[in-house]
């Protein structure tokens, strides 16, 4: 008997910060906090328990913890770490675009600011974090063994079929969307769905070199990824409210059911919640067409499709882990 698709719901439970500007360490409000139950009634509508992954401003602020506790402490959701190393203590690296992707960091600092994350976390919440999240899906090499010795079971951090190299970040294009034990077996890494869909994405690796040729600067200019998009001929789709509609999410999970994934890991962040905090939510219509989504894809999610809901511990105590490679 095949399993039903299992839908995990990831927010990056973060400071509001200008999207657009260089890193600022004085940027740590929490305000959107406030409206976090936003996400969470959504959630509790479909029977999901969503995993708030909690950076250092959420879990160091009063403001920012308080409103998650009461639901995870009452079995509505379950925690997480998520690491911005710029607002992160001890505050010891140059801040530059490369070392906002925490694996950049020199071991020593990414494993300090890590375990400063988690301890801080535990002391608010009451019990060790064992998922993890990287800010900006910046995990690097020395990211597992790290995880392994703080106590962590789960990573959520790759986001294929994207590339972070331009900025000096990891690279997933090649990565694929099944659960996967890393290297040293201890950690299950689950990673946020993603890939190109379409008539000429036959092949990750065809539709890969595809689209950076669509998205090189001349071709960029006469906006050739967005005929293929709405051709639908290539599509680059990450399953988040952020960015896509519901349309194209529910197209993305077809589409790589037909290919054969049975877990999917949707991600969005929490500040999304209160208009102008992200560029995804700029203002009231923007935040109802938000919700919209995302009450369309849970809909079809769960009663359509008539797949579950998990949370990332549940797969690793379930064994729910897929051999399989794309």
Same mark, same amino acid.
């Given at each position: 008997?095949?399993l039903?698709p299992?839908?995990?719901?990831v927010?990056?439970?973060?400071?509001?910060? @200008?999207?657009?500007a260089?890193?600022d360490?004085?940027?740590?409000s929490?305000?959107?906090m406030?409206?976090?139950h !936003?996400c969470?009634e959504?959630?509790d509508?479909?029977?999901i !328990?969503?995993i708030?992954?909690m @950076?250092?401003?959420v879990a *160091?602020? +009063?403001?920012?913890w308080?409103?998650?506790?009461?639901?995870i @402490?009452?079995?509505?959701?379950?925690?997480?770490?998520? #690491?911005?190393?710029w $607002?992160?203590?001890?505050?010891v690296?140059?801040?530059?675009?490369?070392?906002s992707?925490?694996?950049?960091?020199?071991v020593?600092?990414?494993?300090e600011?890590?375990?400063?994350?988690? !301890?801080q976390?535990?002391?608010v919440?009451?019990s060790q974090?064992k998922?993890?999240?990287a800010?900006?899906?910046?995990?690097?090499?020395?990211?597992?063994?790290?995880?392994?010795?703080?106590?962590? +079971?789960?990573?959520?951090?790759?986001?294929?079929p994207? *590339?972070?190299?331009?900025?000096?970040g990891? @690279?997933?294009s090649? &990565?694929?969307?099944?659960?996967q /034990?890393?290297?040293?077996?201890s950690i299950?890494?689950v990673p946020?769905t993603?890939?190109?869909?379409?008539?000429l994405?036959?092949?990750?690796?065809?539709? &890969?070199q595809l689209?950076?040729?669509?998205?090189s600067? !001349?071709l960029k200019r006469?906006r050739l990824p967005?005929?293929?998009?709405r051709?639908?001929?290539?599509e /680059?789709?990450?399953?988040?409210? +952020?960015?896509h509609?519901a349309?194209?999410?529910e197209? #993305?999970t077809?589409t790589?059911?037909?290919?054969?994934?049975?877990?999917?890991? #949707?991600?969005?962040? *929490?500040?999304?919640f209160k208009p102008?905090c992200?560029p995804? $939510?700029?203002?009231?219509?923007d935040?109802?067409?938000?919700?919209e989504?995302?009450?369309?894809?849970?809909?079809?999610?769960?009663?359509?499709?008539?797949g579950?809901?998990a949370?990332?511990?549940e797969?690793?105590?379930?064994? #729910?882990? *897929?051999?399989?490679?794309?």
């Open positions: 008997m095949s039903p299992i839908l995990l719901v927010v990056d439970t973060e400071e509001e910060f @200008d999207w657009s260089p890193f360490r004085g940027q740590t929490v305000q959107a406030a409206e976090i !936003r969470q959504m959630c509508r479909f029977g !328990r969503p708030y992954v @950076d250092y401003p *160091s602020q +009063e403001a920012g308080r409103p998650l506790k009461e639901l @402490d009452g079995g509505r959701a379950v925690m997480g770490a998520h #690491l911005h190393p $607002v992160t203590p001890p505050l690296e140059a801040l530059t675009h490369a070392n992707f925490p694996g950049n960091l020199p020593a600092v990414e494993r600011k890590l375990t400063i994350l988690t !301890r976390i535990q002391a919440m009451g974090p998922v993890y999240k800010g900006r899906y910046g995990i690097g090499p020395n990211t597992p063994a790290i995880l392994h010795e703080l106590g962590y +079971e789960v990573d959520l951090s790759p986001a294929p994207f *590339s972070f190299q331009a900025g000096g990891p @690279d997933f090649r &990565t694929s969307n099944y659960p /034990r890393m290297a040293d077996q299950l890494s946020a993603g890939d190109f869909i379409g008539k994405a036959s092949s990750r690796r065809r539709a &890969t689209y950076r040729f669509a998205s600067p !001349r006469l967005g005929i293929l998009s051709t639908r001929l290539l /680059r789709i990450r399953l988040s409210p +952020e960015g509609s349309d194209e999410l197209r #993305l077809v790589l059911l037909q290919r054969g994934l049975t877990v999917f890991s #949707l991600t969005l962040h *929490s500040p999304s102008g992200t995804y $939510v700029r203002d009231r219509r935040l109802e067409q938000f919700m989504t995302l009450k369309r894809y849970f809909h079809f999610f769960i009663h359509v499709l008539e579950v809901s949370t990332p511990l797969l690793e105590e379930g064994k #729910l882990v *897929s051999s399989q490679t794309e």
